[in-house]
């Protein structure tokens, strides 16, 4: 191939980021083909929503399946550019004056036939120089690092968000000592203080842990430039380049990727709580019961914990059945206290809905007239939930006994833990214009 059709044929296979042939290439929604570790740093650091860095159209997936036919395309032009770069001296065995064309993978060098065949070399495994070269490209070290998924800052909650979640709890705090005329105000100002110091010390840590990801995340990109650097130099440059990467490998397996943290405030019992409220308990006769083994309402919120980037589909354990069942009464006014048992539940969402809700089918996490406490296990890792709005609840999950407390007229559902006397949240400044059932699903393995 003549030098002016081979540049022609390069260009043509030259990822637009880097300005080198392609290495994985992959082909994204618009068309346009880049690098995959390329265009991995790019959207790491341009986030989201992801373009294309050529035409900027927004990419909808955010993965995507190596371009066979580009990267055997960009093979041959890394072969065809070696050929014609590499001096005719480097590729000359001084010893046997014969083409250096065989890779010793046990001494990491270049050999000719003759060498290969040699005492020294003859036990080894050997291979032609481009296809261990090509491996070496896309071989363990450089899937080392990249796989190796920077910490995902976006993940890690943000202090702000934080102080504004503790900012409502103060309010569900307050409200609930305002409505038992005999709890002590000197006991609402301690928990309110407790709170508020728990809350700065959390934030402390989320701060740190933001700068410990950054920085680890940086030098992560710094490794991830490096060798996709290296994999881009002449066949016979790479191969005998390959002794730094052990190095670059034991680097990347030294560095401790952190833990985002997971706040998870304290909640304090509050004295007397639990008495005064059974005074309004009434006794939940259930009707409508059902086992399912889909529940979307618990799907839906399992999706939106994934987020974007996750798998898009429901990982719940195939053997996973859900227990549904609705009161057979309707509240309309008035205040009532009724408690559920969850001991033993991986997933649940206890609370209110309409009757419209209760009567669909598709039981979904945005319909309107619902009123919920939800509860989901993902790893080892249980997150609650309210629907109204859809807002995480920075506390440790009930273990038993959770109560609810319902002030149709005030627009006001609590739920209790019961056994610590402790208020778990509350849903405030609701609208509730329709009657209300209580609504009871659990999840067992």
Not at 118 to 129: E, M, W
Not at 309 to 319: C, F, I, L, Q, S
Not at 398 to 421: E, K, R, T
Request: contains cysteine.
């Amino acid at each position: 191939m003549d030098s002016d059709t081979l540049q022609v044929f390069q260009s043509e296979l030259t990822c637009s980021i880097c300005m080198n042939c392609f290495l994985d290439p992959v082909t994204i929604d618009c068309g346009h083909s880049f690098c995959r570790p390329c265009l991995s740093l790019c959207w790491e650091e341009g986030q989201t929503p992801r373009s294309c860095p050529e035409c900027r159209g927004i990419s909808e997936r955010p993965d995507f399946k190596t371009n066979i036919v580009l990267k055997r395309l960009a093979s041959l032009a890394r072969q065809a550019r070696a050929d014609h770069d590499q001096s005719s001296e480097e590729q000359i065995c001084v010893t046997h004056q014969e083409a250096k064309g065989l890779f010793c993978e046990a001494d990491q060098t270049l050999l000719c036939g003759s060498c290969s065949e040699g005492p020294k070399h003859a036990a080894h495994s050997h291979s032609p120089i481009h296809r261990a070269a090509e491996e070496s490209r896309v071989g363990d070290a450089s899937r080392a690092v990249w796989d190796l998924e920077a910490p995902n800052i976006s993940n890690v909650l943000n202090p702000l968000f934080l102080q504004n979640y503790v900012a409502l709890r103060k309010i569900m705090i307050t409200v609930q000592y305002q409505r038992i005329p005999l709890l002590l105000h000197e006991d609402e100002k301690l928990h309110l203080e407790a709170l508020e110091q728990e809350a700065k010390e959390i934030c402390q840590q989320l701060k740190e842990s933001v700068f410990t990801m950054t920085q680890q995340g940086e030098s992560l990109k710094e490794m991830y430039r490096e060798l996709t650097g290296m994999c881009h130099k002449l066949d016979m440059d790479l191969l005998q380049s390959l002794g730094s990467v052990p190095s670059c490998r034991s680097e990347s397996e030294q560095l401790h990727v952190p833990q985002p943290v997971v706040p998870e405030l304290s909640v304090w019992p509050i004295p007397g709580l639990i008495d005064w409220l059974r005074q309004f308990q009434v006794y939940i006769v259930l009707n409508n019961e059902e086992v399912t083994h889909h529940l979307p309402v618990l799907e839906d919120l399992r999706c939106l914990l994934a987020g974007p980037d996750g798998p898009g589909v429901d990982d719940t354990p195939p053997r996973s059945k859900y227990f549904l069942a609705w009161g057979a009464e309707s509240f309309t006014s008035g205040q009532h206290y009724w408690e559920v048992d969850v001991a033993g539940c991986c997933n649940w969402a206890i609370g209110l809905c309409n009757d419209s809700w209760a009567r669909e089918s598709d039981m979904t996490l945005d319909s309107k007239g619902i009123f919920l406490l939800l509860c989901i296990k993902e790893n080892s890792q249980y997150s609650l939930f309210t629907s109204f709005p859809l807002l995480p609840q920075y506390v440790k999950k009930p273990l038993g006994q959770v109560g609810m407390f319902l002030d149709y007229d005030g627009g006001i559902l609590s739920f209790i833990d019961v056994a610590n006397s402790s208020l778990i949240c509350s849903l405030l400044y609701c609208s509730f214009s329709s009657p209300l059932k209580p609504f009871l699903c659990s999840g067992y393995p």
